[in-house]
């Protein structure tokens, strides 16, 4: 496009072209649905500690509550969940899929040692959040000559 004899330069139109060049390049080399495939996604995490806990939530958007597996095993907490797919009986025409769906996965090494037995969950709006309290360690011990 040219203005009184000035070429104008759209960097955002100039753009989006060369996302639908790129998106329309994968369509032809990738299939739109890979159902066989099962990904493995690693959920965002934030670990933080108060006076008495680590705090620890995970973003787990779409997955059910049963599908979710917790453990915590030597100052570090492992999480597994299953999102699965929603699937409808009608045939559609998939023109992009973007959403993930298949097995999420993050063990998460805790700052300081922790006490299993005390560990709590809940699980809301698709974040899941974990407490666990911190073991009553002595930090200072007096010790008698023999």
């Given at each position: 496009?040219?203005r009184?004899?000035?070429?104008?330069?759209?960097?955002f139109?100039?753009l989006?072209?060369?996302?639908?060049?790129?998106?329309?390049?994968?369509?032809?080399?990738?299939?739109?649905?890979?159902e066989a495939?099962?990904?493995t996604?690693?959920?965002?995490?934030?670990v933080?500690e108060?006076?008495?806990?680590?705090?620890?939530?995970?973003?787990l958007?779409?997955?059910?509550?049963?599908?979710?597996?917790?453990?915590?095993?030597?100052?570090?907490?492992?999480?597994?969940?299953e999102r699965?797919?929603?699937?409808e009986?009608?045939?559609?025409?998939?023109?992009?899929?973007?959403?993930?769906?298949?097995?999420i996965?993050?063990?998460?090494?805790?700052?300081?040692?922790?006490?299993?037995?005390?560990?709590k969950?809940?699980?809301?709006?698709g974040?899941?959040e974990?407490?666990?309290?911190?073991?009553?360690?002595?930090?200072e011990?007096?010790?008698?000559?023999?």
């Amino acid at each position: 496009m040219e203005r009184r004899g000035m070429l104008v330069w759209r960097p955002f139109e100039e753009l989006e072209r060369i996302r639908r060049d790129f998106d329309r390049l994968l369509e032809e080399f990738l299939p739109v649905r890979r159902e066989a495939q099962v990904e493995t996604l690693i959920p965002p995490v934030e670990v933080y500690e108060t006076d008495k806990e680590v705090v620890v939530k995970v973003d787990l958007p779409g997955v059910k509550k049963e599908d979710v597996d917790i453990t915590v095993k030597e100052n570090a907490i492992s999480i597994k969940a299953e999102r699965k797919e929603e699937k409808e009986e009608k045939t559609e025409n998939v023109y992009r899929a973007e959403r993930f769906y298949g097995v999420i996965e993050r063990v998460i090494p805790l700052p300081v040692e922790v006490d299993p037995e005390g560990a709590k969950a809940e699980y809301k709006d698709g974040v899941l959040e974990i407490r666990i309290p911190k073991a009553q360690v002595e930090k200072e011990k007096k010790i008698k000559l023999a």
